[in-house]
């Protein structure tokens, strides 16, 4: 099988754990991707800690890549306009190019004006800025990360893990980003969004956890849950349940729930030759037109469109 390659710009300032993911995530896949690492001049570049990289290849290792992608760097580096050498070296990008930023590296591509009406997400602590320089770009700082094809955007540090996976996902397949993620200790799906990183990182002191119930929950996607069968099953009042679990997840029960059977759906469209609307019976939606609704909701496609993908893939 042909290998693609994957090229890693690094700019200086660049945080040295997130240049790693590329070639660490990827490097696991059974040998799909070759990994290489570019600066704008081919020159070493400074990190964000005190030391700097040396890397083995120029800008125009960006023209032999299938997929770019964007390191991020330190806060004091991003700027509303891109300068010429970073601008010279994404001109070595063949159109159709397939490019991911991880966390800051948003903010690269946004100033290039490749996001422009976009659908992209960055870290949530920049949001607030990344809105003010950037107003055409459609941001969404909630979730780990976008694919709005052929730019993906993703938040802040190990999500550049999560963003990674989704590739070996998309183009291998849920079995392989699965060995993937075993070799690396890493979940191969994390749930929710940056807000629980946000709002309440860790519970109080002494309070009961809604951990039991998602669990007792995932194994009952098929049945009508309701919030009061899950607050019901956590001991709690409905008011207290909801704001816990935003707490600790990002995301309503509801929402939740619909992410859940949406992952469920997407496991079964790949490895199953179940119909739509048997999957749709499987995961606890009334329909398999709900259960189409809900995916193109979630990642813009139809069930048999994302099926026939991993069929290819597979």
Same mark, same amino acid.
């Given at each position: 099988?042909?290998?693609?390659?994957?090229?890693?710009?690094? /700019?200086?300032?660049? #945080?040295?754990?997130?240049?790693?993911?590329?070639?660490?995530?990827?490097?696991?896949?059974?040998?799909?991707?070759?990994? /290489?690492?570019?600066?704008?001049?081919?020159?070493?570049?400074?990190?964000?800690?005190?030391?700097?990289?040396?890397?083995?290849?120029?800008?125009?290792?960006?023209?032999?890549? !299938?997929?770019?992608?964007?390191?991020?760097?330190?806060?004091?580096?991003?700027?509303?306009?891109?300068?010429?050498?970073?601008?010279?070296?994404?001109?070595?990008?063949?159109?159709?190019?397939?490019?991911?930023?991880?966390?800051?590296?948003?903010?690269?591509?946004?100033?290039?004006?490749?996001?422009?009406?976009?659908?992209?997400?960055?870290? *949530?602590?920049?949001?607030?800025?990344?809105?003010?320089?950037?107003?055409?770009?459609?941001?969404?700082?909630?979730?780990?990360?976008?694919?709005? $094809?052929?730019? /993906?955007?993703?938040?802040?540090?190990?999500?550049?893990?999560?963003?990674?996976? $989704?590739?070996?996902?998309?183009? $291998?397949?849920?079995?392989?980003?699965?060995?993937?993620?075993?070799?690396?200790?890493?979940?191969?799906?994390?749930?929710?969004?940056?807000?629980?990183?946000?709002? %309440?990182?860790?519970?109080? %002191? !002494?309070?009961?956890?809604?951990?039991?119930?998602?669990? *007792?929950?995932?194994?009952?996607?098929?049945?009508?849950?309701?919030?009061?069968?899950?607050?019901? $099953?956590?001991?709690?009042?409905?008011?207290?349940?909801?704001?816990?679990?935003?707490?600790?997840?990002?995301?309503?029960?509801?929402? *939740?729930?619909?992410?859940?059977?949406?992952?469920?759906?997407?496991?079964?469209?790949?490895?199953?030759?179940?119909?739509?609307?048997?999957?749709?019976?499987?995961?606890?939606?009334?329909?398999?037109?709900?259960?189409?609704?809900?995916?193109?909701?979630?990642? !813009?496609?139809?069930?048999?469109? #994302?099926?026939?993908?991993?069929?290819?893939?597979?």
């Amino acid at each position: 099988m042909r290998r693609e390659r994957v090229v890693v710009l690094a /700019l200086d300032g660049v #945080y040295p754990f997130e240049l790693g993911i590329p070639s660490r995530i990827l490097g696991a896949a059974d040998d799909r991707y070759e990994v /290489l690492t570019c600066s704008v001049d081919g020159r070493p570049v400074r990190t964000n800690a005190d030391f700097g990289v040396t890397v083995e290849h120029g800008p125009e290792a960006l023209a032999t890549a !299938g997929t770019v992608v964007i390191a991020p760097v330190t806060p004091s580096h991003l700027a509303d306009e891109v300068s010429d050498d970073v601008l010279a070296a994404l001109a070595h990008i063949r159109p159709g190019t397939r490019i991911v930023s991880i966390c800051t590296g948003a903010f690269v591509l946004a100033a290039a004006g490749l996001l422009d009406g976009r659908r992209a997400t960055t870290h *949530w602590q920049v949001a607030d800025r990344f809105r003010r320089m950037f107003p055409r770009v459609d941001l969404d700082p909630d979730v780990l990360f976008v694919d709005d $094809h052929p730019f /993906l955007t993703s938040a802040g540090a190990a999500s550049g893990v999560d963003i990674c996976l $989704h590739l070996v996902r998309k183009d $291998h397949g849920s079995r392989l980003a699965n060995s993937v993620a075993r070799r690396c200790v890493v979940p191969p799906f994390r749930d929710g969004g940056q807000a629980q990183y946000i709002e %309440q990182p860790v519970p109080e %002191q !002494g309070a009961a956890s809604t951990a039991g119930t998602r669990a *007792w929950a995932l194994e009952r996607l098929d049945e009508p849950l309701t919030l009061a069968d899950l607050s019901g $099953h956590a001991r709690m009042s409905q008011r207290t349940f909801a704001r816990r679990f935003h707490d600790e997840v990002g995301l309503s029960p509801g929402r *939740w729930l619909i992410q859940q059977r949406v992952v469920r759906a997407r496991h079964l469209l790949e490895s199953s030759d179940l119909t739509v609307d048997q999957i749709a019976g499987r995961v606890g939606f009334a329909t398999g037109a709900s259960l189409r609704q809900h995916l193109n909701a979630a990642i !813009g496609v139809s069930p048999q469109a #994302y099926r026939r993908t991993f069929q290819t893939a597979r």
